[in-house]
């Protein structure tokens, strides 16, 4: 089973991948004959997620999904990072407690 901190870091490193892909599609759109890269998320056993890119089987640009896109990953990263915080002070808690 995974920690809080690992399933939240693997959230983190999802956020980061989707940025990533979006950012690529962006830069490209104008690009002749370009096909946008695309992230699937998939659960991991005992916590966590892990992505794999693909290319999308049409040509083209989707600017607003592409955005919308960036808008969700850097929400989620901001809650992954506050649940891996707030982890971290909880475990330090634990410690003074008990030390």
């Known amino acids: 089973m995974a920690t809080i901190s690992n399933i939240a870091l693997s959230g983190m490193s999802a956020a980061q991948a989707q940025l990533n892909v979006s950012a690529n599609n962006i ?3 104008n ?14 056993t005992g916590g966590g997620v892990t ?11 989707a600017l ?3 955005i919308v896109s960036q808008l969700q990953a850097k929400n989620a990263f ?17 410690l003074d407690k008990t030390a």
Do not use: H, I, W, Y
């Open 64 to 66: 607003e999904a592409d």
């Open 31 to 44: 690009t002749e004959g370009f096909k946008r890269q695309e992230l699937q998320q998939s659960q991991q």
């Open 78 to 94: 901001l809650a992954n990072l506050a649940v891996f915080k707030t982890s971290n002070q909880m475990t330090g808690a634990l």
């Open 51 to 61: 992505t794999t890119v693909t290319r999308s089987p049409t040509e083209g640009s």
């Open 27 to 29: 830069a490209n759109m």
